[in-house]
């Protein structure tokens, strides 16, 4: 389930694009099937298979919140379905509102599938107008209704979710025995996996050769350094910001709410809104120092992403014992000597995974770096983007799997110094 898991969460951390050029180079445009791909369903379907890890690991990660007590009390009145029904569903339920909200919001801003699959969706036309036209209002006004849908969305989760996102100390989950239906099961989840990352991955591994493959690898090392370079960048800049947030919300400190609220609001609200408003507000001569270099850049990393880091950073917090600061602050230590000595070497694993996916969906950003990038600053995500319009198959199938290896190298990394830390652990 592990290595399923995986391999599901891979379309999320690619840019949302690729999955879209991988199915058109196996499906083709003339046929039944590309002809569904050009079109809602096909491009309903690529962003189902985007966001699918969302309520996947939402799910895994608020049944984990609840006691396990309740259900085994259940368990000696009833069987595990009405369990389900009755327990695990209710109470998870915020959750799953959650997700539905958080799905919807991403998928109704995202850009750039609906753009290569040439399906007309609301964000393009707000884009357009700006990349084509240069008409600054229009592009503005046409970006209005994503951020009404943003508020709504905001309202909806904050009434009906309440306070879905504020973490516990995680239990150990009840495993329910699945006995002979364990092998359809994962026939089933396979099956899924096999469709929606397999497939799509294994035609562009169909479409090179060692030749267009390392000529990519030359065209890429530029714009392939700068993503590095700026994603680490803007990871630690996710990790420094998303601990003083967590910091403050999980101690309640004046304002708390306000920036939980903000933070999720920017999440949600789509690239291209985003895109514009740093544009309209750094794009003046006195901060042309900022919107200039790649610092504008910077910016949209922090602004999208801040929510993620917070909140994985926020849910450790939650889990360490207050009589730990307690006791330091009897001692006399200030509030930065507790958050330097106490919290952070505590909290260090999750610092660690923060960091990593700050970096991951900072490389893989493409909308808001497309609009704001200073000329010769560009990325391999927008490198790859425009490639796509007229660059041979070969070279472009090349370049993405230069870029989901990219991606998935530092995930892999720490799986693997995991798994070695915990053989050390038990052979010791």
């Keep these: 389930r592990h290595f399923l898991l995986i391999l599901l969460l891979i379309p999320l951390l690619i840019p949302p694009y690729i999955l879209a050029y991988s199915w058109f180079g196996l499906l083709g445009r003339e046929t039944l099937l590309g002809t569904l791909l050009f079109g809602f369903w096909g491009t309903a379907f690529i962003l189902f298979s985007i966001y699918l890890p969302i309520p996947i690991l939402l799910t895994i990660l608020f049944i984990r ?101 504020r973490f516990s100390t995680p239990y150990q989950p009840i495993l329910i025995a699945l006995g002979k239906r364990q092998i359809p ?14 497939l799509p991955l294994l035609s562009l591994l169909w479409q090179i050769d060692g030749e267009s493959f390392a000529l990519a690898l030359k065209k890429a090392f530029a714009p392939l350094s700068r993503s590095i370079l700026f994603a680490a960048l803007g990871a630690t800049l996710l990790l420094f910001f998303g601990l003083l947030s967590a910091y403050g919300i999980e101690n ?20 291209t809104l985003i895109g514009i408003a740093l544009i309209l507000f750094w794009n003046r001569p006195y901060t042309n120092f900022i919107y200039g270099t790649v610092l504008i850049i910077l910016f949209g ?47 260090k694993e999750s610092l660690i995974i923060a960091w990593l996916i700050g970096f991951i969906f900072s490389l893989r950003e493409s909308t808001i770096t497309m609009l704001v990038y200073p000329a010769g600053l560009d990325t391999l995500p ?35 110094s995991l798994y070695f830390t915990k053989k050390g652990a038990v052979v010791r």
């Design 65 to 165: 919140q609840i006691n396990p007590k309740l259900e085994e009390s259940a368990l000696l009145i009833c069987g595990w379905p009405c369990v389900l029904k009755n327990i695990t569903l209710p109470l998870i339920a915020p959750a799953m509102v959650f997700s539905f909200l958080l799905v919807f919001i991403l998928s109704f801003g995202e850009f750039s599938v609906a753009n290569f699959l040439r399906y007309n969706v609301f964000p393009t036309e707000s884009f357009t107008q700006f990349s084509a036209f240069y008409d600054f209002k229009t592009a503005t006004v046409s970006a209005m209704p994503m951020l009404l849908i943003a508020l709504i969305v905001i309202f909806i989760e904050r009434r009906t979710s309440g306070k879905v996102l």
């Design 185 to 198: 099961f994962l026939l089933i989840v396979a099956l899924l996996t096999v469709i929606t990352v397999l």
């Design 252 to 271: 309640r400190l004046r304002g708390w709410k306000l920036l939980d609220g903000m933070m999720l609001f920017l999440f949600i609200l789509p690239s």
């Design 301 to 347: 990393y922090v602004v999208k992403y801040l929510f993620l880091s917070s909140k994985i950073i926020e849910r450790k917090l939650a889990q360490i014992p207050h009589s730990l600061v307690e006791s330091a602050e009897l001692t006399g230590a200030s509030p930065l000597q507790i958050l330097w000595f106490i919290i952070i070497p505590l909290a």
């Design 382 to 416: 927008l490198y790859i983007f425009t490639q796509m319009a007229n660059g041979k198959p070969q070279i472009v199938a090349s370049l993405c799997l230069i870029m989901i290896g990219i991606v998935i190298l530092p995930l892999g990394l720490y799986f693997l």
